[in-house]
């Protein structure tokens, strides 16, 4: 188990004059208390979810673990444009994390800090709206009885999304997961406290 990535660090940067980029907490479910359940070569799963804070998605922390796997053992994380349904959704873009890579499994995650598997996709570049459908997709090539697990409750602890499995979907199930957005904060005057150098310009 390697330590979890803290790539959201490095995403928090100040950017242009005026501006400065924030990573925020968007969706979450942070029960995975019911299930772990299985991918594997045969059997892809996912989540659903609804955006609510527009941005650029940054990031997704799940409860994961691997069995009878390889440290290089890939688990292959597809986030796809579900607002026109889960059946043929486009692809928006693809990473992958290795076996080694893996965090901690908790049965509940923890909405104030990161306990779980972080999986940076910011360099898919996905700009996300209000009211988008997402769909995080996870599948690998390994074949049992090596799986990766998810951890998962089934009492629809998350109502704005479902848990989908190869071409099944069930309302009710659904993985523990959160999402992260980055987004712009401008900033009321221009540029930055502190930052007198806008001044000079605006000055008759
Ligand atoms: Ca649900």
Known sequence: MAAIRLALLALASTSALGSEIEVVVDQYQLDGSEQNNLIHSARSLGQTCLVAIPGTLAAIEMSLYSWYTDPADKLIIEILDASSGLAGAPLLGTTTISDAELGPSPQFLDLQTVTATLIDVSSMEISVS?????????????????????????SNPYPRGGFFSNDSYWEYHDLAFKTFVAITQIYADGFESGDTSAWSSTKP
């Open 130 to 154: 209000v009211g988008d459908l997402i769909g995080i997709r996870l599948s690998s090539a390994v074949e049992l009885p090596a799986a990766f697990y998810v951890k998962n409750s089934f």
